[in-house]
Every structure is written in structure tokens, then in C-alpha cells.
Antibody
């Protein structure tokens, strides 16, 4: 069964760091375009970052310079390192292969 | 990286057809045939309903269809049913190897 499971979310103070993990099963992350997409409470979907099968990486302007996407092919996992977190980064973060599949999401709350 | 433009809300009676538009630019929708549509119920992850402009994943009702003309994509739901009430988002591959999502449309079944 093809599945994505995110973990690592939680409550973090402004300026802090957090690393999200995404475990894939049923397919190989290195052969796919792995994205992170977030959704602030009551708001729409916002694309955050992607790592392509050839290793190319792109970021949304809103997170460029603060977030870093990576993958571990041996563990079949994708990560999102989030630094210098701000209140506006509060959201459910989804790991996804656009358009499918998507994980269930992990909540990140940035608050003092 | 501006969000694609969708109407905030669309409504229809059971059995009717509705269409949701998604307007972008030549750098996203107009430039690529990688438009997807997602259905999202409260508290749930998005579910793809249409991909590559007009392709329907297995298991998705044929009441859902997609199309594109120029910089605007559209999702049509025919034979509207109560379970179709949800938020709908479009997305497109964009220049500089990025993606962009639409602002979202709340569909209400009257």
C-alpha cells in the first residue's frame, strides 16, 4: 500500500527550529517528486518545497533561506528542516507527491 | 508565486452541475498541462479528484471532470450530491520548478 506518514510537529517558540519527517512506504522517494505543502488554520493550501528525483530543490519565497528539504534514500524518508520559525509558519504540514499520494499531516504551532 | 484565483464559494442544488474556475498565468496554468484538483473535507487531507488537467484517478466518480483554456482551468461537478460539499483547490506546476495552489472554493449543496 502506498502511504506517507509525517511526524515531528509540535509547539515551538518563535525563532526556534523543528525538523519534520515523512516516511514513505509502497514506493521509492528517490524516484518521485517529494513535496511539502502546508495549511494554516482556516486557510488554504500553500506549497512549501519540492525535491526532485534528480536532486533539484525548489522553495516557496516565504520559506526560502529558512527551510531545507532533504531525503534519505536508504530510509526512504523525506525531511523538512525549519529554522527561524515565525508565528505565520503555524500550519498543518503535509508530505505529498503532487498530485497523489498525501500524508495525513502534522501540526506545527509557533507560539510563545 | 501568487496563488491561483478561485471563486470563494459556489453553490448548487442536488442534481445540478457546477463549475469552479482557477485562473493563473502563462507561467503556471497556461504553460503546463499539470493542473490538479483536490477535494478537502474538514479535518481531512486533500484528495486528488483530477490530475494532468483532465485525468481522473481510479475510484473518483465520473461526475468530476476537468478542462483548461489558456490560463484558466475548470472543474465541473455534474449531478451534485450532498457528499460533494467540501473545499476544492486547484494546483499547477509552475516556472522555476515550483508549484502553486489556488485560493480555494467552498462548495455548498443547497
Amino acid at each position: 500500500e502506498v502511504q506517507l506518514v509525517e511526524s515531528g510537529g509540535g509547539l515551538i517558540q518563535p525563532g526556534g527550529s523543528l525538523r519534520l519527517s515523512c516516511a514513505a512506504s509502497g514506493f521509492t522517494v528517490s524516484n518521485n517528486y517529494m513535496s511539502w505543502v502546508r495549511q494554516a488554520p482556516g486557510k488554504g493550501l500553500e506549497w512549501v518545497s519540492v525535491i526532485y528525483s534528480d536532486g533539484r530543490i525548489s522553495y516557496a519565497d516565504s520559506v526560502k533561506g529558512r527551510f531545507t528539504i532533504s531525503r534519505d534514500n536508504s530510509k526512504n524518508m523525506v525531511y523538512l528542516q525549519m529554522n527561524s520559525l515565525r508565528a505565520e509558519d503555524t500550519a498543518v504540514y503535509y508530505c505529498a507527491v503532487i498530485p497523489d499520494p498525501w500524508g495525513q499531516g502534522t501540526l506545527v504551532t509557533v507560539s510563545s | 508565486q501568487s496563488a491561483l484565483t478561485q471563486p470563494a464559494s459556489v453553490s448548487g442544488s442536488p442534481g445540478q452541475s457546477i463549475t469552479i474556475s482557477c485562473t493563473g498565468t502563462s507561467s503556471d496554468i497556461g504553460g503546463y498541462n499539470y493542473v490538479s484538483w483536490y477535494q478537502q473535507h474538514p479535518g481531512k487531507a486533500p484528495k486528488v479528484m483530477i490530475y494532468d488537467v483532465s485525468k481522473r484517478p481510479s475510484g473518483v466518480s465520473n461526475r468530476f471532470s476537468g478542462s483548461k483554456s489558456g490560463n484558466t482551468a475548470s472543474l465541473t461537478i455534474s449531478g451534485l450530491q450532498a457528499e460533494d460539499e467540501a473545499d476544492y483547490y486547484c494546483s499547477s506546476y509552475a516556472s522555476s520548478s515550483t508549484y502553486v495552489f489556488g485560493s480555494g472554493t467552498k462548495v455548498t449543496v443547497l
